[in-house]
């Protein structure tokens, strides 16, 4: 029996380059799947091509009233959700402190915090009453080490640590286990655009400059940190819970090769 046989993930930012490699990753582990994020032709598109063991709602997790829809959505279509996958992030604007606007930061904070915190209080409490459950939150290498002219992204992953910390806390006693993994970059169109942003006219040189920082020497693929989630959120991971899950490259032990 395949690891997630019959088990039913709802996973957020699904149509971007690691929540498509969730998607995957998880049904190739049994699992069905419920696909959210903002594009609806990206979305129907995707679940038709994976097949009948999906479903698919358009919503901005920012938005309480669009995830709760979303979430009933896949209870109605599945009955249950038994791994919460809260993926969905934006990297926001590339500016030092004094010039990044109010409205960038909230955007970022509303998006990458608040998103996972309706994800959560929509999550655990269903979880709750079907006895369990298993929620990972992507973060980032972001939510361990700062970035200069990233303050809104890294504080929104710090945040998304924090929102875990609490979330494992109270799900420990109801057989909830939450986590979260935290990748450096990733080949994605995330990381390309946090190049084009910070050098427009030489994104290839912030990305050498990066690549020179991660001592494996190379950014990270989608189906790499893909594999950690669907770990954490299946079974097998079964005594990890509060954890912050470095997919890194070894980033974040220190510097050099
Ligand atoms: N790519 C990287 O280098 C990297 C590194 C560390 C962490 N991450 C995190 O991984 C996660 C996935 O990013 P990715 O690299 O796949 O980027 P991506 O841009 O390919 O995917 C992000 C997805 O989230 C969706 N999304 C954005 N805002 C949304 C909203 N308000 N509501 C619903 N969906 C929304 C987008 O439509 C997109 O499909 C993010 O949380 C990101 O912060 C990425």
């Not at 009933?72 to 969905?88: H, P, Q, S, V, Y």
């Not at 361990?144 to 875990?164: N, T």
């Not at 690549?211 to 005594?239: C, H, W």
Request: charged share 20%; with cysteine; aromatic share 4%.
């Amino acid at each position: 029996m395949r690891r997630s046989q019959g088990k039913v993930a709802l996973v957020t930012g699904a149509t971007g380059g690691i929540g498509m490699a969730v998607v995957r990753r998880l049904m190739d582990d049994g699992a069905k799947v419920f696909l959210v994020d903002l594009d609806e032709q990206a979305l129907r598109a995707q679940s038709e091509a994976l097949g009948d063991e999906t479903g698919w709602a358009v919503a901005d997790v920012s938005d309480e009233a669009g995830m709760a829809r979303a979430v009933e959505a896949a209870t109605a279509r599945f009955g249950r959700i038994d791994m919460g996958l809260l993926n969905a992030g934006i990297e926001g604007k590339i500016a030092p402190l004094g010039e990044l606007a109010v409205a960038d930061f909230d955007r970022v904070m509303a998006v990458n915090v608040r998103g996972v915190f309706l994800g959560l209080s929509l999550l655990m409490p269903l979880m709750r009453r079907q006895g369990g459950g298993a929620i990972v939150i992507t973060s980032s290498v972001a939510g361990i080490r700062g970035s200069a002219g990233l303050a809104a992204y890294v504080a929104s992953k710090h945040a998304a640590v924090g929102l875990m910390k609490s979330a494992a806390l109270e799900g420990a006693r109801h057989n909830i286990r939450v986590n979260t993994v935290n990748p450096a970059p990733v080949d994605t169109r995330m990381i390309r655009a946090l190049e084009a942003g910070i050098r427009p006219d030489d994104p290839d040189a912030i990305r050498a400059k990066l690549v020179a920082g991660i001592p494996m020497g190379r950014y990270g693929k989608p189906e790499e940190v893909a594999e950690m989630i669907a770990f954490l959120a299946s079974d097998a991971a079964g005594y990890c819970t509060g954890g912050i899950y470095t997919v890194d490259g070894g980033y974040t032990t220190g510097t050099g090769r």
